[in-house]
């Protein structure tokens, strides 16, 4: 039988401490900020049957709850420093624990993120990570600071992973190969990091994309005071969705939820500044709309016409599961 302790001990402490003063093993962790900077915490959980499906692979549920919780990182424009994991297990399994882990330190080498503690108790598989990240003051990419006039952009692409969700639900037929396509964008979102980093100083606001864009953009308005049109055939779907009919790809486009891409305004006159952003973290970008002093989100389609695609975005409260 594996105890408490053994578990964290082989699974989740590594050799020596990078980034944290103190890292696993005492009551807290010590992190030292760097002089002069803020630090940036976010927490988000994934719970069985709420957030995956019970039986999901370890190695892309480790991938996956510490890729979401980095997301929150780059869309404030923060550098990922460290992170804590509080787990519920139904029972300490090796080869989930080795295989979780795995998948876990993988993505958090990749971003230099540093696990320095946590918590770890038996009950129903839920998975809570806390990131830590830096940034310098007055640079953070916060939803309040759209302008009137700024574009409306988008990193990489949407849909695909609503689109597995639909395959997994019957709610439409996916062949295979489109089936297992889109779900490597369901299970091992891509935290856009190294774009949230290059776009500080030159965007205004930004948000990750999570629950749909149309929802996700609704915060920034809301808290900009602002409104938006949003050109919804210029919104970049993912490959898999691309080949579908244009009433499906406009819907998981615009509201389809687990894309963990970034939704960012910035001046017209930043337009050079976020292509070149863009280019030097690798990731594509694509303007998709304008922000607007009239209140309210304006859809329309590639000719400029009224759209009324109804959409919604998740919400945990009010949506079946
Ligand atoms: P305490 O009882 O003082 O809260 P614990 O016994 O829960 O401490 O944990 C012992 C040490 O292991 C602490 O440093 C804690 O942060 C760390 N820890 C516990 N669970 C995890 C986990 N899942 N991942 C990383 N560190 C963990
Ligand atoms: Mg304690």
């Given at each position: 039988?594996?105890?408490?302790?053994?578990?964290?001990?082989?699974?989740?402490?590594?050799?020596?401490?990078?980034?944290?003063?103190?890292?696993?093993?005492?009551?807290?962790?010590?992190?030292?900020?760097?002089?002069?900077?803020?630090?940036?915490?976010?927490?988000?959980?994934?719970?069985?049957?709420?957030?995956?499906?019970?039986?999901?692979?370890?190695?892309?549920?480790?991938?996956?709850?510490?890729?979401?919780?980095?997301?929150?990182?780059?869309?404030?424009?923060?550098?990922?420093?460290?992170?804590?994991?509080?787990?519920?297990?139904?029972?300490?399994?090796?080869?989930?624990?080795?295989?979780?882990?795995?998948?876990?330190?993988?993505?958090?080498?990749?971003?230099?993120?540093?696990?320095?503690?946590?918590?770890?108790?038996?009950?129903?598989?839920?998975?809570?990570?806390?990131?830590?990240?830096?940034?310098?003051?007055?640079?953070?990419?916060?939803?309040?600071?759209a302008?009137d006039g700024d574009d409306i952009?988008?990193?990489?692409?949407?849909?695909?992973?609503?689109?597995?969700?639909?395959?997994?639900?019957?709610?439409?037929?996916?062949?295979?190969?489109?089936?297992?396509?889109?779900?490597?964008?369901?299970?091992?979102?891509?935290?856009?990091?190294?774009?949230?980093?290059?776009?500080?100083?030159?965007?205004?606001?930004?948000?990750?994309?999570?629950?749909?864009l149309v929802g996700?953009l609704g915060?920034i308005l809301e808290?900009s005071?602002m409104g938006a049109t949003l050109d919804v055939d210029a919104l970049?779907?993912?490959?898999?969705?691309?080949?579908?009919?244009?009433?499906?790809?406009r819907?998981?486009?615009a509201a389809?939820?687990?894309?963990?891409?970034?939704?960012?305004t910035?001046?017209?006159?930043?337009?050079?500044?976020?292509?070149?952003?863009?280019?030097?973290?690798?990731?594509?970008?694509?303007?998709v709309g304008r922000i607007e002093a009239a209140p309210g989100l304006r859809l329309t389609d590639g000719q400029g016409a009224a759209l009324d695609l109804s959409l919604?975005?998740?919400?945990?409260?009010?949506?079946?599961?």
């Amino acid at each position: 039988m594996l105890s408490e302790f053994d578990l964290i001990k082989e699974y989740f402490k590594r050799p020596r401490a990078q980034n944290a003063v103190l890292g696993i093993g005492d009551d807290c962790a010590l992190l030292a900020p760097t002089p002069g900077m803020q630090m940036a915490i976010s927490s988000d959980m994934l719970v069985e049957g709420r957030h995956f499906f019970a039986g999901e692979d370890a190695r892309r549920l480790g991938h996956k709850a510490l890729a979401v919780n980095l997301s929150d990182l780059a869309a404030m424009g923060a550098k990922p420093v460290a992170f804590t994991l509080a787990l519920a297990l139904p029972e300490a399994q090796r080869d989930w624990l080795a295989a979780f882990s795995e998948g876990l330190f993988a993505l958090a080498d990749e971003h230099g993120c540093e696990l320095i503690g946590g918590d770890t108790t038996k009950g129903p598989l839920n998975i809570c990570i806390t990131v830590f990240g830096e940034l310098a003051p007055g640079r953070a990419l916060r939803r309040d600071a759209a302008r009137d006039g700024d574009d409306i952009w988008i990193s990489g692409t949407l849909g695909d992973a609503r689109l597995a969700l639909a395959g997994y639900r019957l709610e439409c037929t996916l062949g295979a190969d489109q089936q297992r396509a889109a779900a490597q964008r369901m299970h091992l979102p891509t935290p856009r990091v190294q774009l949230g980093l290059a776009l500080a100083g030159i965007a205004h606001a930004a948000i990750d994309i999570s629950d749909g864009l149309v929802g996700d953009l609704g915060h920034i308005l809301e808290r900009s005071g602002m409104g938006a049109t949003l050109d919804v055939d210029a919104l970049p779907a993912g490959p898999v969705l691309a080949t579908r009919d244009t009433a499906q790809r406009r819907a998981f486009t615009a509201a389809g939820g687990d894309d963990y891409e970034l939704c960012f305004t910035a001046p017209a006159a930043a337009r050079d500044a976020v292509l070149a952003a863009a280019a030097s973290s690798g990731t594509a970008v694509t303007r998709v709309g304008r922000i607007e002093a009239a209140p309210g989100l304006r859809l329309t389609d590639g000719q400029g016409a009224a759209l009324d695609l109804s959409l919604s975005s998740f919400d945990h409260f009010t949506d079946p599961a």
